[in-house]
Each structure stands twice: as C-alpha cells, then as structure tokens.
C-alpha cells in the first residue's frame, strides 16, 4: 500500500513539473533586448505595394524577410496593402499610395525607393538588393535622427525626435507605424500566405518649416494625435509626439520608421532620410505587458525558481519517505 502510494506521489511531481514548465517558458520568454534610442538617417526607405489576394506578390514576399536582413540597417520597408478586400489595407496604406500612384492603375506588386518607381511584377531578390544600392547612391546628404522611445503607456507610444537636415520649408516628416508580422487565418489568405511583414498600420504627417511644425494627416484618431513643438523653431528642431492613448491597437511586433521627405503637394517627390526604431510592445495577454526592467527578471525569478525549489523539496521528501518504509522495522 506504501509503495503505491509513493509510486502516485512521484507521479504526481512527474506530471506537475511537465504541466507547468511550458507556462513558465512562455510567461518568463522575453524577446532581445530593444534599443531605447536610435540615431541615424541615411537608410533606404523601401515601400512595396502588395495584397493577400495577390499571387504575383505570394512568390515575392516570402523572401522579403531575408533580402532586408542582407540589408539591416541600411535599409526599411513597409508594405502597403490595398484597403479593399484585403484585410490588412486600411486608410493609412491608400493615403502613402496615392504619394505614389492611383491604386486603380498600379500593378502589383510594385516597389518604390526612396520614392522612387523601380520594379513591378515578380522579380529577382537581386533587384531588391540592387534598388537599395542605387538609393544609397543617389542619396546627395542624409538628414540625421536622434529618435528617442519614451515608452508605451495605455496603447499610446511617446516619441520624442530631434531632426538635423539642410532642408526643412516645403518638407515633411512621415511617421509610419508598421506590424512587424501579421497572421492571417486560412480563409482570409486569399493567396494562401498566411503571414505577411512590415503592414503600414498607421501614418502620421508633419509640416515643417523653418521654424515650425504641426501635424497634417493622421491615421487611425486623426483628432487624437498630440504634437508638442515647443522646442521647434529656428535653432533647435525637436518635436515630441504622443500617439492616440487608449484607442490604438498596437501591434505585438510594432516597429516606427521616421522619414524626412517632400512634402505631397511638390512636382518632385525626394527623400533626404530614414530611420526605423523597434518597440517593445507585449499587451494582451495573461503573461504579457511587461517591457523589460526589473519587474521583468523579479518575474522570472519569483516564478521559475520557487516552481524549481517546491519540485525539488518534493522529490527529497518521497525519496526520504521510501527509505524509510524500506528500512528493517523493530518489534515492540
């Protein structure tokens, strides 16, 4: 009766320790650590129009990933889809096509560098690889960033960004909000590509000029954006903008990518710099919402080593108790 009783309690341990150990890995997983800051400015803004019900794009977008990992750093794409049956276009994306193209008229899929057409259809990786080059090349000077994350609070990310360039009048600063990887169901991948990277989910546009900023164009909450530029004017570019609080769904892989360019109503679409910064967001579920810090290892530490030390202790008492029941018994 003992023996079985010690066999069901070893069990039990067993069966413990496999239930609980996959939920400790994904509560206490944390991606790599993000920078807080960036700066810089002289990669390659790289757009392609795309859509889930496009097979051309099926062959091309797979290997997007790979292409501007040859390129990291150097270069930022966003995909922009139709907002039509596709349920990855919304009004952001048709706003930055129309930069570009009437969307009735422009195949797909098409790519742009630096705001410049150059290829349409089914292409090579090569040609990617050889737009970006020639971007680099024809780019006279870089305007820099010093692009600061000042944390997400309530679905509402707090940017903070001085700008250095030779040109501001006329100009315009884009912010893009992207999701770094987007899922979609089997019935909604009309092309069967059930993951898609690098969705423009929202837009911002500033006006600048020599000694002011305010804000243009806004997708999602137009009305709810918040621009403070009081440390805009002739001498010192910085402007801080806190998106919409509390009504934007952010994306659990959001990325920003900030881009000094033309503004929309010039002959002469130019781009003078570009940067892209990754954010840490991880709302949205029962082990999520932390974004690094202390509380973050205090987390993983108070979890995975107390589940260890109570796994442990109970495997010391069992093999104490066997010992016990296996030793010789004395007689009254």
């Keep these: 009766m003992r023996s079985r009783f010690l066999i069901v309690g070893i069990m039990a341990v067993f069966l413990l320790t496999t239930t609980l150990l996959p939920f400790v890995s994904a509560c206490t997983e944390r991606p790599p650590s993000l920078p807080r800051e960036i700066e810089g400015g002289h990669a390659v803004l790289v757009e392609e129009?795309?859509?889930?019900?496009?097979?051309?794009?099926?062959?091309?977008?797979?290997?997007?990933?790979?292409?501007?990992g040859d390129h990291y750093g150097r270069a930022y794409r966003i995909a922009i889809h139709p907002d039509d049956s596709d349920p990855l276009g919304n009004p952001a994306a048709?706003?930055?096509?129309?930069?570009?193209?009437?969307?009735?008229?422009?195949?797909?899929p098409t790519f742009w560098y630096d705001g410049v057409e150059g290829s349409t259809g089914v292409i090579a990786q090569w040609r990617v690889s050889q737009g970006i080059i020639a971007a680099e090349d024809n780019r006279a000077s870089s305007t820099q960033f010093l692009v600061e994350n000042l944390g997400i609070q309530s679905s509402g990310?707090?940017?903070?960004?001085e700008i250095e360039g030779e040109q501001y009048a006329g100009t315009q600063i884009t912010i893009i909000i992207k999701d770094s990887l987007a899922r979609l169901s089997?019935?909604?991948a009309a092309n069967g590509i059930t993951e898609h990277r690098d969705v423009v989910v929202g837009l911002v546009e500033i006006d600048l000029t020599d000694d002011s900023a305010h804000i243009a164009w806004a997708w999602p909450h137009g009305d709810s954006w918040v621009l403070d530029n009081s440390s805009y004017d002739a001498n010192q570019k910085e402007l801080f903008l806190q998106l919409p609080s509390g009504n934007l769904d952010l994306p659990t892989g959001l990325e920003v990518v900030l881009i000094h360019e033309s503004d929309a109503g010039g002959e002469d679409l130019a781009?003078?710099?570009?940067?892209?910064?990754?954010?840490?967001?991880r709302g949205g579920g029962s082990c999520q919402g932390v974004i690094g810090g202390i509380f973050s290892i205090g987390y993983d530490f108070l979890t995975t080593y107390s589940l260890l030390i109570v796994l442990f202790a109970s495997l010391i008492l069992l093999v104490m108790g066997r010992r016990r029941l296996n030793s010789p018994t004395k007689g009254p």
Aim: with cysteine.
């Design 157 to 161: 990310i707090n940017l903070k960004f």
């Design 49 to 68: 129009y795309t859509a889930t019900w496009c097979e051309f794009c099926a062959e091309v977008d797979p290997w997007m990933e790979d292409v501007m």
């Design 186 to 188: 089997g019935s909604e």
């Design 271 to 281: 781009t003078y710099g570009v940067v892209g910064l990754e954010i840490q967001n």
């Design 94 to 108: 048709t706003h930055r096509l129309l930069r570009h193209s009437d969307p009735s008229n422009q195949s797909l």
